[in-house]
């Protein structure tokens, strides 16, 4: 059986895509300026509904976190970004921070080490 319009993908066919997930330290620049953000980048995910959640050295965190609602990029799909502002002294005083991103019931979870960011 042959699809007659094989180059039209309706959004109900549309697959479902895991997120591409990124976590940015904070720059050196924003350490010197006495800030610490942490930046989290989810993109190319389908559907649209995503869950973000931080936590320092395994414990979570709730306070200083912000998360963009998702838009759609141009290939149909979703990206979404979560920030976590900090301090200097509080970003130094954790072994490790993780950004967790759950997606259709699978989380994706980044990690990064001040530690290893000095």
Known sequence: MTQLYPHIRTQVGQPKASPSVTLFPPSSEELGANKATLVCLISDFYPSGVTVAWKADGSPVTQGVETTK?????????AASSYL???PDKWKSHSSFSCLVTHEGSTVEKKVAPAECS
């Not at 998702?70 to 979703?78: A, D, E, G, H, L």
């Open 70 to 78: 998702p838009s759609k990029q141009s290939n149909n799909k979703y």
């Open 85 to 87: 502002s900090l301090t």
